[in-house]
């Protein structure tokens, strides 16, 4: 695993318990070589990302109980991978960030000042 630092460069703190979300399922956005998709962003879900994420191929709302997915919902915290986050702010469809959860490894994807625009954590 990464040195759990946020984009603050301090310790990342955790996404969401509930749903359980990260790579590692740990609750945080924690990344590892292993993670090519960097899930590394720490996001507020809404609708219009869900339809969008949806149209481009990753339905994250429909369950799968095969694969322990309960599906997720606007307002549920999910650690979003950060080519995904930026694909749709280019969209126009970006979810709201938490910067304090968002692993430092995302901005390898995102400039940081799009990020801001979006944070619920920062004035």
Not at 22 to 39: A, P, Q, V
Not at 42 to 48: F, K, Q, R, V
Not at 55 to 74: K, R, Y
């Amino acid at each position: 695993m990464k040195d759990s630092l946020n984009v603050f460069g301090e310790p990342l703190n955790e996404c969401s318990s509930s749903p359980k979300t990260g790579f590692f399922r740990n609750g945080c956005c924690d990344t590892s070589d292993e993670d090519l998709g960097s899930h590394t962003v720490c996001t507020i879900l809404t609708e219009e990302f869900l339809e969008f994420s949806a149209s481009v191929g990753n339905d994250l709302s429909t369950p799968m109980p095969a694969l322990g997915f309960s599906g997720l919902n606007p307002g549920d915290q999910w650690c979003l991978c950060a080519p995904r986050w930026q694909q749709a702010f280019e969209a126009s469809s970006a979810p709201k960030v938490v910067l304090s959860s968002t692993h430092q490894g995302a901005l390898d994807y995102i400039d940081f000042e799009n990020l801001k625009k979006f944070a619920v954590d920062i004035n």
